[in-house]
């Protein structure tokens, strides 16, 4: 064990009076296939692309994840694992249109709601007890509420800050509730296991492990410089933080009315190009249906990877005309994707547009540049896909399929 420790509880905890809540729809997508179609309820769906195609799983039901399947797993081993499973398509449309209403509930209940992707958001509850009573018993009425008007199960966190609760959301997930009372924050990490401080990765663990740190107790007595010395400045701070219950910042809140973006954290690292760029795909698409729904446009792009080291690194670009679908701003994430990716394990990537506007409010070019047209095309594609429940991409965005990989037909 290291030498350079200290005493447990020798560091003060400041007590927060924040009260933070992380909502996480369960299996979302499967759910709302599962919703939709009935004969597929109890059977493992699998959401993502066809056994036969070069793809990846976008979302498993829980009876697919019996089988090992998980998020960004190639669709070629997800069918090797489970044959008999559901294959489906991604229906963007769709989920975003449950989404969207989960979403417009949550607000009534709270001041303050920052979606971070499609199925998740922060709730910042602070000072509502007097109008819905405890943390406890308004996480428990969001829960029925959400079941009730939409059959969707939800699984909560409670917490004083962020960070904790995203951890305390997948303590007993699914249809999970998990509250952490001010002043147990510490406590609370020292009962989890060190995988389940969120972000801590295989490589991460595996280094600990050399320095005889196997617990999260073990990792509390750990002062900043040990750490610092060991995992550098950026990792050390944050296990120093994340092993108290600290907020380490990794949930800034965004600023809505300047921006929007969406992000996607792996279950396992992912090093494959190909499953990035299908996630990639999947946020492209959820961040152009947001500007339409809101009636704004962008002309930058911004890219977020963090890798299993805890950097955290951004990119943006600039574009001449304004972002108007959901092939603008794939291609331009892709051209960031080959600027900024080093090969090295990703754990969540993320995309976003910056300095979004309203829709008409720049004066356009005296000759049009055929922004208008392409944006009453995608409108008019966005309305075909919700009619019927299927995503359309153009060709070139698809995937070549993969002579090598399982076949179902």
């Not at 920052?114 to 199925?119: A, G, K, N, T, W």
């Not at 219950?245 to 929007?260: A, E, K, L, N, T």
Request: aromatic share 6%; glycine share 6%.
């Amino acid at each position: 064990m290291p030498e350079d420790r200290i005493p447990p509880g020798s560091d003060e905890q400041t007590v927060n009076p924040t009260v933070v809540f992380h909502i996480d729809l369960d299996a979302f997508y499967a759910t709302v296939e599962q919703l939709d179609h009935p004969e597929f309820r109890g059977k493992p769906v699998v959401v993502g692309a066809r056994p036969g195609t070069r793809g990846v799983v976008s979302a498993a039901s829980y009876e697919a994840r019996r089988y090992g399947i998980r998020s960004a797993m190639p669709i070629s081993e997800a069918y090797r694992r489970c044959p008999s499973a559901v294959f489906v398509p991604v229906r963007m449309a769709r989920y975003q249109e449950v989404s969207r209403r989960v979403m417009q509930l949550l607000a009534e209940y709270a001041p303050s709601v920052e979606q971070l992707s499609v199925d998740e958001a922060f709730l910042d509850v602070t000072g509502t007890e007097r109008l819905f009573g405890a943390p406890e018993e308004l996480a428990r009425t969001i829960k029925q509420e959400i079941h009730s008007r939409y059959a969707v199960t939800a699984s909560v966190g409670v917490a004083p800050n962020r960070f904790l609760a995203k951890i305390a959301s997948d303590v007993d997930k699914p249809d999970g509730l998990c509250v952490v009372p001010p002043g147990t924050e510490r406590e609370f990490t020292s009962r989890r296991d060190l995988t389940e401080l969120w972000g801590v990765g295989k490589r991460t663990l595996h280094r600990l492990k050399s320095l005889g740190i196997t617990t999260v107790p073990e990792l509390q007595t750990c002062t900043k410089p040990f750490l610092r010395g060991h995992f550098g400045q950026a990792a050390g701070e944050y296990l120093y933080c994340a092993a108290r219950g600290i907020d380490p910042g990794v949930f800034h809140p965004h600023q809505r009315s300047r921006s929007m973006s969406t992000e996607q954290t792996f279950e396992r690292d992912v090093t494959d190009k190909s499953a990035l760029e299908e996630v990639l795909l999947e946020l492209s698409e959820q961040i152009a249906f947001r500007m339409h729904d809101e009636q704004v446009v962008s002309n930058t792009v911004v890219l977020k990877l963090r890798t299993d080291e805890f950097v955290t690194r951004t990119a943006q670009r600039r574009t001449e005309r304004e972002l108007t679908s959901t092939e603008d701003c794939y291609t331009v994430g892709k051209l960031l994707l080959d600027k900024l990716w080093d090969r090295k394990p990703i754990r969540l990537i993320g995309l976003g547009v910056a300095d979004v506007y309203p829709v008409g409010s720049i004066q356009g070019e005296l000759f049009d540049d055929g922004t208008a047209r392409r944006r009453a095309v995608e409108e008019a594609v966005r309305q075909v896909s919700r009619k019927l429940g299927t995503p359309i991409h153009k060709a070139r965005l698809m995937r070549p399929r993969d002579p090598d990989s399982h076949s179902s037909e």
